[in-house]
């Protein structure tokens, strides 16, 4: 009889360890991509992010999911950031504007889209974000893949963030939103369709004790009890609190849900919140890392009382700790899962949705048509590398990744540079520069170059970013049978509120007297290789 016992007891275990290992998994970050301040909603089985984007065009990226781990980008809101000239680098002009017209154009660095937020309401996708010097916008569509409606002034004043909106069950609108320098919460009616506020607003949070750095916050409704999720404490090492109450209009009870623990999170930051259709709920949300910018992760979210608590719980507080990872939230069999876009064989007339440009692009210095299958960039006079326009980036995946890119230097003009770097302040970059008629391979980092052999026709150029943050550069002339290490590795930042970038790039610094804007360079395609 013991014998069977422990027979019967062995098969339960084996049969347990079995479903156990079947049982998908996901692992912390979601996505190691910096799409900072994410906000997440469900609409039918799918679900949808948008995330800030800065000064970058396309602005405010639309990501989709079936199981809030596998991410693709469908679309961006905003084909152009369309609010002041600073965000064409300079007031608007044609190329030979461009090319005749003096260096040092207005920037808008770390400006632009900063934390939005989406919604879905009767068919509707709603979009808002703020820009910290313009206003707060939205804009909508019917397929979030786009296209969007053309941006709408909600609120005209600069020095606001985070806005979010909400429609309660009897149809009325609202939003909320903070101030720049994580000042009180701010709650307005708004118009019914969403595209106004109807008052002054009254602050519904505004406690620098408790409640220090209070900012993101997102507005939701659950069981009769209303609740707004917002960070505290900063982007480093802050928390996650909720206030519920059973008025819109407050006052509100505020407790800590999410706090850094002893897991190597030590900053799980600004999200969104979404339910399952089996009513599971998540919560999305980013933490910094460096050069890497802020990554995306995904807790586990449980109610107690009408009180959520997020990721694993602490033992005797309303609290939990960022989880590494846990049981997938939705199992997908029938379907293949997406992946983030990155290589690019430029084999269409549009650019993949992974690209985005650092301001608004002159479009008439680009195009994927002159040499089909290739991206022409042409050559525009820029002082340095991040006064200059049409430099085309994407976001960089960890913890590590190379990118490698064919390039075709036979076109360049004097005074051209050309090359691959990784974007942010104090650039680091591998390319070519063409001065007193020859080009010659170059390394640069900070604006200082150092020249090594000479090069003409084509090129591969490579970069690659370890788990330790810096930038390793090479090149190749015999098509890639060997590469070449040029510079010094480099420690990559994180910069106007962006992670670094490996980017596309060409402009001209000519010498006075000489004629510029003739050169250009061809991208034939671009390869990225993400070690996971």
């Avoid at 970050?29 to 039918?44: E, H, K, N, Q, T």
């Avoid at 709408?152 to 939003?175: H, M, Q």
């Avoid at 001209?508 to 671009?526: C, F, N």
Wanted: charged share 15%; glycine share 10%.
């Amino acid at each position: 009889m013991r014998t069977q016992l422990l027979q019967r007891l062995l098969v339960i275990l084996l049969a347990t360890a079995s479903a156990a290992a079947a049982t998908p998994r996901y692992s912390n970050p979601v996505l190691f991509a910096d799409y900072s301040d994410p906000d997440v909603i469900r609409v039918g089985a799918d679900y949808y992010m948008v995330a800030s984007s800065f000064h970058f065009s396309p602005g405010i990226p639309v990501l989709k999911s079936p199981d809030l781990v596998h991410w693709q980008i469908i679309g961006h809101v905003l084909p152009r950031l369309p609010f002041a000239a600073e965000y064409d680098m300079i007031p608007p002009f044609t190329l030979t504007d461009a090319i005749q017209r003096p260096t040092g154009p207005g920037l808008r660095y770390a400006g632009g889209v900063w934390a939005p937020a989406i919604r879905h309401h009767k068919g509707l996708f709603y979009v808002y974000w703020p820009t910290p010097d313009e206003g707060i916008f939205m804009a909508t569509a019917s397929n979030p893949a786009g296209p969007w409606s053309p941006p709408v002034t909600v609120i005209n004043e600069p020095k606001l963030e985070d806005p979010c909106p909400f429609w309660d069950d009897d149809g009325s609108a609202w939003l909320i939103h903070g101030k720049v320098g994580a000042g009180p919460l701010i709650l307005h009616r708004m118009s019914a369709d969403g595209r106004r506020v109807l008052d002054a607003g009254i602050v519904v949070a505004e406690d620098a004790k408790n409640l220090p750095v209070l900012e993101g916050p997102k507005l939701y409704k659950r069981r009769g009890w209303y609740y707004i999720f917002a960070p505290i404490g900063g982007v480093e090492t802050g928390s996650q609190a909720v206030g519920r109450s059973r008025r819109i209009i407050g006052p509100y009870e505020w407790r800590v849900v999410l706090a850094p623990g002893s897991t190597a999170i030590q900053g799980p930051h600004q999200g969104g919140y979404v339910e399952t259709p089996a009513g599971d709920g998540w919560f999305l949300h980013f933490n910094s890392t460096g050069a890497f910018g802020r990554i995306v992760h995904l807790q586990p979210v449980q109610w107690r009382n009408d009180w959520p608590l997020m990721g694993d719980p602490v033992e005797g507080k309303t609290f939990g700790q960022p989880v590494a990872g846990g049981t997938l939230p939705v199992i997908v069999a029938s379907r293949k899962l997406p992946r983030l876009q990155d290589s690019d064989e430029f084999a269409t007339t549009s650019l993949g949705p992974q690209w985005e440009w650092n301001h608004n692009p002159v479009d008439a210095a680009w195009n994927l048509t002159d040499r089909p299958g290739w991206l022409r960039l042409r050559a525009l006079p820029a002082g340095y590398l991040v006064t200059a326009r049409n430099t085309l980036t994407q976001i960089l995946q960890g913890p590590a990744m190379t990118a490698t890119v064919r390039v075709d230097l036979a076109a360049m003009s004097e005074g051209q540079r050309a090359g691959l770097a990784m974007f942010g302040t104090r650039p680091s970059w591998v390319g070519a520069v063409r001065e007193q008629g020859a080009t010659h391979i170059v390394f640069s980092t900070e604006g200082n170059e150092t020249a090594g052999v000479v090069a003409s026709g084509m090129v591969q150029l490579r970069v690659r970013v370890g788990t330790d943050q810096q930038a390793v550069f090479a090149y190749s002339l015999d098509e890639g049978a060997t590469f070449n290490a040029i510079g010094t590795p480099g420690a990559l930042r994180f910069a106007w509120w962006k992670g670094a970038r490996p980017a596309l790039f060409t402009y001209i610094k000519s010498p006075p007297g000489i004629a510029t804007g003739s050169g250009h360079v061809d991208v034939d395609w671009v390869h990225v290789d993400v070690i996971r």
